[in-house]
């Protein structure tokens, strides 16, 4: 990295400062929408909204506190809403306390003891670290320890029959052989560990392919058109593709669905590098040229046996023969390749036409089209095997809980995933370094006899690379009670992939919740700012630092996509090239994504790592310790008011075209903003009002089940058209880069798709959808908040 050394963070935390920061920017374009088009994911989750909003309403186990209990936090929130915390005899508030006990050497040594030993999904050593963080956690005293298992599907590369990526004549003799078809090479000596997976992606199809070579860039929708209009044909082709840009299964689909015999997936140095001023790692932090990355291309989320189903004992699976009809897996051969192999391809393709220009790489070298190689190669092609094998393994969730006093069956969930492809480094233990520590940090406050107001629970996900498996089994096991109860979930998959800033995607509903934690954080970068003041420069307008919205590519989907519960998702980022958009960083899923490279590369004194932990905290303690929830609905007003807009303008023509109108839309987040702004009154009135408790109790109780009720009215039960198991209305991962946010997604998807009959119906499924939550936030309100009987 070109940066220079930081030091850490002093261990004191600055009390919140308000600072004028410098503003950059014009007009924020808040959301980066990516109307990208999408997966056929093809099952469906039972129903679920209905009834969604009898959690909160029916809940009453709220404790009155004692009267004589006279501490009391700002806005008079009774101490035992866990706001504040003893410290010394006196009240100081929790988050204060709580980042004070986090340390950055303990994350690194985390990090040190999670990242040894290579811990794949279903392996022996992801296992053991399961009953690692499961036993530590027992010693730190929290309530409850689980260690929740599933029995799924996994794939794995073959040790004695390696894949194989080769240039064979035709009778069959082999001219080159590629090296890293088969095995990744270390280049540091910790990289050297037995149980290292061999290059695979995950859940491909199993066999062999041969034919011409055809280059087809990213291998996205738009390519292949490209291919088309150029005159390409790719069918019975093997197809080379670089990664980037989308992700992998998407590639895979696209590749199938063109007619590509099988699909070689390499790593091109312009977006990985090595590249000037970005040398490779160990001297830099970029992939070496040997080095290449490995992932899942499967196309569902969560066990693809079970769709809908917890994998427990008892349950029914499919057949795979299912899953591969109804393209949840590609059946054509995938496999991934370095770039110091796809030269060897690349440099003897001169036939056909020469590759657009925004399709060539970094390689030194013509990038031609094929297929098929050059005259003095025309009697060779390209031969791969694909030889991994399917297993049924167990796979463990460990779920550690504290306990809220005051609302005990209403948990904010944090969650990382444990598994990783080789060793974890940034992804995923960077976060799973940082999150044992701040659940160190509140086991610390509970020693004190501090609870959270509302339960805290800690999730330590399995399997999240091979497609969110851990957590998607665990939202189908519990989906009705978290339906019914779940406020928040809070997602960290890699903690530190960059040091340049920090990057926040999240419902708009989490926007107040994330601004005030990281006014209380210093930033890393620069001590002078906190990271909100660091965040507003780099990526927002003024006042208003950007939060991006939620696609998919890790651990929230099951939380937000299907069941509608409040997410977001933190991580420290670089603005490195084409690699911030998709993965965040170049050594991302391959060997060299370990320890080492972390703090010889990235950041020797993890000071990222533990600001980011005490952002997730900071941000845990406002949801759990708030009496009335911390959610901004004025601002998702605002962002819905700004992405109906965003639709509105980037499509005007055509559907002005198809005589398709968005008023409907455009009236229903009218009224929208409209309700939410009663709403945000009604909380504002309840928390200045110096009410007595019984009458706080009963209005916060209303309050809040509007609060949640609010994201729970986007979900549609019958989901997406064609993907039924997403069934966020306004949010939704890009039906062809599932990476990817799209907004109105039911809406855009059919735009591109052409499909006008579902154009409209769906301006009408989202419209009343908005018109609905709306509602939610209006009803009974008058009554229930001001006393008026008569409204
Ligand atoms: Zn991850």
Wanted: hydrophobic share 35%.
């Amino acid at each position: 990295m070109a940066k220079e050394d930081y030091s850490p963070l002093e261990a004191e935390e600055s009390s919140p400062k308000v600072k004028s920061a410098v503003r950059i920017g014009k007009d924020s374009k808040l959301f980066k929408i990516i109307r990208n088009v999408g997966i056929l994911i093809v099952f469906a989750l039972a129903g679920l909204t209905a009834g969604v909003l009898i959690g909160y309403l029916a809940f009453s186990g709220a404790k009155t506190p004692s009267c004589s209990e006279p501490q009391v936090a700002p806005n008079n929130i009774p101490k035992e809403w866990g706001a504040l915390v003893s410290e010394n005899g006196k009240l100081v508030p929790a988050g204060d306390q709580g980042v004070l006990q986090m340390d950055a050497t303990r994350i690194e040594n985390n990090l040190k003891m999670l990242t040894v030993e290579p811990h794949i999904a279903g392996s022996k050593t992801n296992n053991d670290l399961a009953k690692t963080i499961a036993a530590s956690w027992r010693e730190l005293k929290l309530d409850k320890v689980e260690e929740i298992q599933y029995s799924v599907l996994l794939q794995y590369p073959n040790d004695t029959n390696p894949n194989r990526f080769q240039i064979r004549l035709t009778n069959h003799s082999v001219v080159f052989d590629a090296p890293t078809a088969q095995l990744e090479p270390p280049v540091t000596d910790d990289e050297k560990k037995e149980g290292v997976a061999r290059p695979f992606n995950a859940y491909s199809g199993v066999g062999s392919a041969e034919g011409p070579l055809v280059y087809v860039n990213y291998a996205r929708r738009e390519d292949f058109q490209n291919l088309t209009d150029m005159g390409v044909n790719v069918s019975q082709c093997i197809c080379l593709a670089r990664y980037g840009q989308i992700f992998r299964g998407s590639k895979a689909l696209v590749a199938q669905q063109n007619g590509c015999l099988g699909l070689v997936i390499y790593s091109d140095p312009i977006d990985y590098g090595p590249k000037k001023g970005f040398p490779a790692y160990p001297n830099g932090w970029s992939l070496p040229e040997t080095g290449l990355q490995r992932g899942t291309v499967m196309l569902m989320d969560g066990d693809p046996l079970t769709p809908l189903h917890p994998s427990i004992p008892d349950v029914y699976r499919r057949s795979l023969d299912e899953a591969l009809a109804d393209h949840s897996v590609p059946s054509i051969p995938v496999t991934p390749l370095s770039s110091s192999d796809a030269i060897h391809f690349l440099s003897i393709m001169s036939t056909g036409k020469e590759a657009p220009e925004d399709w060539r790489g970094g390689l030194n070298l013509t990038y031609y089209l094929g297929p098929g190689f050059n005259s003095e190669n025309q009697n060779s092609s390209a031969y791969m095997e694909v030889n991994n094998y399917y297993e049924t393994k167990p796979i463990v969730n460990v779920v550690g809980t504290i306990y809220g006093s005051q609302e005990p069956d209403h948990p904010v969930l944090l969650g990382n995933h444990r598994d990783a492809w080789t060793f974890g480094g940034a992804d995923p233990n960077s976060g799973t370094a940082t999150m044992l520590e701040v659940v160190r940090s509140l086991s610390l406050l509970r020693e004190t006899g501090w609870r959270p107001g509302r339960t805290m629970m800690f999730c330590s996900w399995d399997a999240e690379e091979y497609g969110l498996v851990g957590s998607v089994e665990f939202v189908e096991d519990r989906s009705k009670q978290l339906l019914l109860n779940a406020v928040a979930y809070l997602n960290v998959d890699v903690a530190v992939g960059g040091i340049d800033h920090l990057r926040v995607k999240a419902s708009p509903m989490l926007i107040p919740a994330f601004y005030q934690a990281t006014k209380e954080v210093t930033s890393p970068n620069d001590p002078s700012l906190t990271v909100y003041e660091e965040w507003q420069l780099e990526t927002g307008a003024p006042g208003e630092p950007d939060v991006g919205g939620l696609g998919s590519g890790s651990d929230y989907t099951g939380f937000f996509q299907v069941l509608g519960i409040t997410s977001g998702d933190l991580s420290y980022t670089s603005t490195f090239n084409a690699t911030d958009f998709f993965a965040g960083y170049p050594v991302y899923h391959s060997i060299h994504d370990t320890f080492q490279w972390i703090k010889t590369s990235l950041e020797p004194h993890f000071a990222h790592h533990l600001a980011l932990g005490k952002v997730w905290l900071r941000t845990a303690l406002n949801i759990s310790t708030t009496p009335v929830l911390p959610f901004g609905v004025v601002e998702y007003g605002e962002h819905l008011l700004m992405l109906v807009q965003d639709l509105n303008s980037t499509h005007n023509q055509t559907l002005g075209r198809e005589n398709i109108t968005l008023d409907f839309l455009f009236t229903s987040v009218e009224s929208f903003q409209a309700s939410a702004k009663m709403l945000q009154d009604a909380v504002d009135y309840v928390k200045e009002k110096d009410l007595n408790m019984t009458e706080n109790l009963k209005k916060w109780r209303v309050l809040n089940s509007k609060l949640v009720g609010v994201e729970r009215s986007f979900l549609v039960p019958e989901g997406l058209p064609g993907r039924p198991f997403f069934k966020h209305v306004v949010y939704a991962p890009g039906k062809y880069n599932s990476y990817s946010s799209a907004a109105f997604p039911g809406i855009t998807d059919s735009i591109v798709e052409e499909n006008w009959r579902v154009v409209r119906e769906q301006v009408t499924v989202a419209a009343l959808n908005v018109r609905a939550a709306a509602n939610v936030m209006t009803d009974s309100l008058q009554t229930a908040i001001y006393d008026n009987y008569s409204s």
